[in-house]
């Protein structure tokens, strides 16, 4: 995201541009230094990277100076997913799982790293709260033969579901209409209602007989006199 809004200032005049992943692979060092600081623009430093999508009049504006809300993120993943094709629901805390596991699996971390790097007090909550699962190959295990891991973990993962063909959204709803379950509902519908009944327009009200409205929107009775609310004080009619 820091490089779709070219967020990096050069390091030097005649060295490398960070305008793409690619060429953050091939920087280096500068001569002299233990480390080389990757520094934001300074137009960049009150923006957000997690912005908000505008829709204007001319199309969408990345408005880098909103912040994109957690309901919004929340919409887009999911969207996200059904468009990729997932058949779960992608919502934010799949990341925190999906990076909490390959925590758990790797021999590099200790159960205390791992409470520290995701802030559980201890690996307890990660036990009980946490899909975890049996991702080993078992068969292989018991029959000493090579275990495949990289079998195993797709086939545990949410990338197993990615169908391209799964729709996500509604197509062709008018042929429901031919359904002919939905046509002998739509007929026994029209054959109890009343015959002769109007249908009144959306926004209007039937007024009683007798009674017609005046200019102002005042109910008018036959004799001429406009009608009150009760508890108002009734005037002579000049």
Known sequence: M?????????????GLV???????????VLDGLGEQPLKLKDEILDHFVFCQ?????DGLRIALEERLTEGALRYRMKRGGEITGFEQVTKPYGLRYGAAKAFNDSSDVTNELQNV???HAN????????????HVDAQAIVRGLPAQKQLM????SMSRSIDPRRPYKLEDTSCVNNIPRVRTLQTRGKERMPQGKERMPQGKERMP????????GKERTPQGKPSLPWGVLSLPWP
């Open 18 to 28: 960070l305008n793409c992943p690619e060429n953050l692979y091939n920087l280096g």
């Open 123 to 134: 690996i307890d909550t990660f036990v009980k709260h946490y899909s975890v699962g049996i």
């Open 153 to 156: 973990r797709f086939a545990a």
């Open 209 to 216: 007989q007798g009674k017609e409205r005046t200019p102002q």
């Open 53 to 57: 999508g505008m829709r204007e009049s």
């Open 2 to 14: 820091l490089f779709r809004i070219q967020a990096f200032k050069n390091i030097s005049k005649d």
């Open 117 to 119: 790097m995701i802030q």
